[in-house]
């Protein structure tokens, strides 16, 4: 096992180099604090490293984002302080928002819209916001959202539809500000 | 009116075939569902587009150094449990030979044993009697139960201790003078002293961060030691010729 030991490292930095953007940029969505991320995503590096024989070799990225998020959720979480925006009910029926108030398509091309999407993004509630950085950003299946927050795939369709929601709702609003959109005029 | 959540799961590609063909229904007979879903896509690729990539580039270098302390503690601990039995046995052939050493010379005393021959002093202290005739009898009935000859001199003695340890006979004296106190540790039944460095007729050394002289007298090791940061060996060396 010892001779070993040196692939085992060279095949775990080749495949954490490459997913180490979305490991650092899960833990900045998550806990918003780069501070805290950079911890959160060498511990998780670190967990990963010792847990790499255990690994069933399917998929590396999302094996390593449930080891982030778990991290995340047991342990970084609690130390937080200050209330956690989660006041809506996760089973709550989602209204349409198309129609009167669209997103413009000159909206998807604002140069300056990254700070935009992060804020709104930070604005969402904290499970609402890791699904949707796990699906949208991350790029992870239903299934692997549900392993990696350990909850069941209906709440995680659920806690996507809701996060979106409210995305939009807070990119709307930055629209108007802009003057992208006018209140009550449609998509077009 | 549409299911949103199925709505928002035909827009990922994680619906069954009989929900895909459900929502594909209403998608057509519904234009406001439609509408719902275009807007779906654009908010996922607006997203998608404009989330910000971090530098980590540094982050990462820092994870690597943390992965190698790993592998290094790993690798000393896989030696460890490999030769576990190979270690035990090294050091305890070490303590044996260690035994059987002393067993072949038994008198010889080396300069990390007075420590042990200190603490190994059961008995408590006596002090000298007040009057200076009285002090020096004392002092030299102490010296006397280990056979050694000396005289105080100048030195005041404080307190002595004395007892039987590894079957030498030890005494130990605590004095001072002006310039701070000393402690003579006398050990009988002694043919050599190991330990520290020649330094004319005596050896020099440090015992427990205080420096040391030791030398030997009727058939007895005698250690003196004293401050390091008052006295050098020299200093010692001196005080040790005027109490020969």
């Known amino acids: 096992m010892l001779w070993g030991k040196r692939d085992l490292r060279d095949t775990f930095e080749r495949q954490a180099e490459k997913v180490f953007p979305s490991v650092f940029g899960t833990a900045l969505r998550l806990t918003r604090s780069r501070e805290e991320a950079e911890d959160l995503a060498q511990e998780a590096i670190v967990r990963a490293y010792e847990a790499f024989d255990r690994f069933d070799g399917s998929n590396f990225k999302a094996w390593m984002l449930r080891i982030v998020t778990n991290l995340y959720i047991n342990k970084y979480r609690q130390r937080q302080r200050g209330p956690q925006l989660h006041s809506f009910e996760e089973d709550g029926v989602v209204e349409p928002m198309a129609g009167e108030n669209e997103i413009p398509d000159r909206l998807l091309f604002d140069e300056e819209l990254g700070a935009e999407v992060e804020e709104a993004l930070g604005k969402v509630p904290e499970d609402f916001r890791t699904a949707v950085v796990l699906s949208d950003l991350e790029g992870l299946s239903y299934q692997e959202i549900a392993d990696a927050t350990e909850v069941p795939i209906g709440t995680v369709r659920s806690r996507i539809a809701r996060g979106r929601s409210i995305l939009r709702k807070n990119l709307m609003d930055y629209a108007m500000k802009e003057g992208y959109l006018k209140q009550g005029t449609n998509n077009g | ?244």
Not at chain 2, 145 to 155: D, F, H, S, T, Y
Not at chain 2, 205 to 222: M, T
């Open chain 2, 1 to 244: 009116m549409v299911n949103l959540e199925l709505l928002h799961a035909y827009a990922d590609g994680e619906l069954t075939g009989a929900e895909r063909t459900e929502v594909e229904a209403v998608l057509k007979a519904d234009p406001a569902a439609a509408a719902e879903l275009v807007a779906i896509r654009n908010t996922k690729t607006l997203v998608a587009r404009n989330a910000r990539a971090s530098e980590c580039e540094d982050l990462w270098k820092t994870c690597c150094g943390r992965l190698d302390e790993i592998d290094k503690t790993k690798r000393v601990e896989s030696f460890v449990s490999r030769y576990a039995w190979g270690l035990c046995a090294l050091f305890l052939c070490v303590i044996l030979a260690g035994g059987v050493l002393r067993k072949l010379n038994p008198n010889t005393v080396r300069t990390g044993q007075v420590a042990s021959y200190v603490s190994g002093l059961a008995g408590g202290w006596s002090r000298p009697p007040q009057q200076p005739e009285g002090r020096r009898e004392w002092f030299a009935e102490k010296l006397g139960q280990v056979g050694a000859e000396m005289k105080p001199n100048q030195l005041v003695v404080l307190a002595g201790q004395d007892g039987i340890v590894d079957n030498h006979h030890v005494v130990r004296l605590m004095m001072a003078d002006s310039v701070g106190p000393l402690e003579l540790v006398v050990v009988s039944n002694t043919d050599e002293i190991e330990g520290g460095q020649e330094m004319g007729r005596f050896r020099a050394g440090s015992i427990n961060g205080a420096n040391c002289v030791a030398w030997r007298q009727n058939g007895c090791a005698a250690f003196l030691m004293g401050d390091s940061t008052q006295r050098s060996h020299e200093d010692l060396a001196e005080i040790a010729d005027a109490l020969k």
